[in-house]
């Protein structure tokens, strides 16, 4: 059973940052991929940004957040991190991290992201 476990989030203000986690119960290296979702109250779960890791760590990210957010990995810790950065009311929602694994995509269970004066 593979899990993963998010941290980081909680409440910032308008511009802040904050750093989210993600880490894996198996080896992020035996994961073709994995990345970052997210899901605003009444929206739809969408693509943050993702990157490969059994070729190379080609990263990609959805529009919205290209300069403002950065998808690393840690493969000694088996880790994901995304790096958030001025931040605003629109990025407020649930982050999950997901991971593909021999064909089989798993989530995390998500962590809340606020962002509030």
């Known amino acids: 059973q593979v899990q993963l476990v998010e941290s980081g989030g909680g409440l910032v203000q308008p511009g802040g940052s904050l750093r989210l986690s993600c880490a894996a119960s198996?080896?992020?290296?035996?994961?073709?991929?994995m990345g970052w979702y997210r899901q605003a109250p009444g929206k739809e779960r969408e693509l943050v940004a993702t990157?490969?890791?059994?070729?190379?760590?080609?990263?990609n990210y959805a529009d919205a957040v290209k300069g403002r957010f950065t998808i690393s990995r840690d493969n000694a810790n088996n880790t994901i991190a995304l790096q958030m950065n001025r931040l605003t009311s629109e990025n407020a929602a649930v982050y999950y991290c997901?991971?593909?694994?021999?064909?089989?995509?798993?989530w995390g269970k998500g962590t809340l992201v606020t962002v509030s004066a």
């Open positions: 990157i490969t890791i059994t070729s190379g760590s080609n990263t």
């Open positions: 198996r080896s992020i290296s035996s994961f073709y991929a």
């Open positions: 997901e991971g593909i694994r021999y064909k089989i995509n798993y």
